[in-house]
């Protein structure tokens, strides 16, 4: 057993939609999160820079003796991720493996589109992983620079998201049967793509089935928190506004939760 929190990343408030399936999974676990809504979107970015506020963002939750650190951010994990696990000796996971392996389970055409942010798709790591599992897929992928922003400034209900999202998923229209959600801001934003891409394209939520390799590392390692324990003090950071980080965090969280600001 291991009471110690894990601690999660990520470049503002999409890795919120990894901490909801912690919580729905594994509820008896704790979490510390570090949100860099100040300097988001990451996906813009030169690569030295993400890895730069990466290392930030690791350096702050190891102060909060965390006994794993999770990505919960694509553009972090395309990035940085391999350098951090190789210098850490508590448990690194990203979100990019979890998401690859679920749309090959997935599709039944074999035909995987992938959405991220500009540095994701730049870095085509989805496509390597896919293909490195599975040779025979055909993996389109496509850069939605406009959608963190939108979830960033708490826009997801508004009739702007609706067109923005209509109008960057149009070339993936009837080309593909899964479409791997490579930013965990975009499951936000899920109603609006799985409304454009139609009933018969299946969403893969990245973040979620990451989730899943958290519950077995937990088990692999023995660190799972113990379960008689109560009242679980989660905690909250962000870089930028708590009041709008509280919003989204309310809206999507199954829990009101408490948020404090920090500079890096």
């Not at 990343?9 to 990894?18: H, Y």
């Amino acid at each position: 057993m291991d009471n110690r929190p894990i601690g999660f990343l990520d470049s503002g408030v999409g890795g919120l939609t990894v901490v909801r399936e912690l919580m729905r999974q594994l509820p008896h676990e704790e979490v510390v999160y570090i949100g860099d809504s100040a300097r988001a979107p990451y996906g813009p970015r030169p690569a030295e820079q993400i890895k730069k506020y990466t290392w930030e963002l690791v350096n702050f939750l190891l102060t909060k003796n965390v006994k794993m650190i999770v990505f919960a951010c694509n553009t972090a994990t395309a990035v940085a991720w391999e350098e951090v696990k190789e210098e850490l000796d508590i448990p690194v996971l990203g979100v990019i493996l979890p998401g690859s392996s679920a749309a090959i389970k997935s599709t039944a055409s074999g035909r995987i589109g992938v959405i991220g942010t500009p540095m994701t798709i730049k870095s085509n790591i989805y496509e390597k992983k896919i293909l490195d599992l599975s040779p025979q897929m055909a993996v389109t992928s496509l850069a939605c620079p406009n959608f963190v922003p939108i979830v960033e400034s708490n826009e997801i209900h508004s009739s702007v998201a609706k067109k923005i999202v209509y109008e960057n998923l149009a070339p993936l229209a009837g080309k593909i049967d899964t479409l791997v959600l490579g930013c965990t801001h975009y499951p936000l934003l899920k109603p609006i793509i799985q409304n454009v891409m139609g009933p018969g394209v299946k969403l893969i939520d990245s973040g979620a089935e990451c989730v899943r390799d958290i519950s077995v590392l937990l088990n692999y390692f023995e660190i799972n928190r113990s379960r008689g324990l109560e009242n679980q003090e989660h905690r909250f950071y962000t870089t930028a506004s708590t009041t709008s980080f509280k919003e989204i965090a309310d809206d999507w969280l199954p829990l009101t939760i408490e948020v404090e600001h920090v500079t890096l």
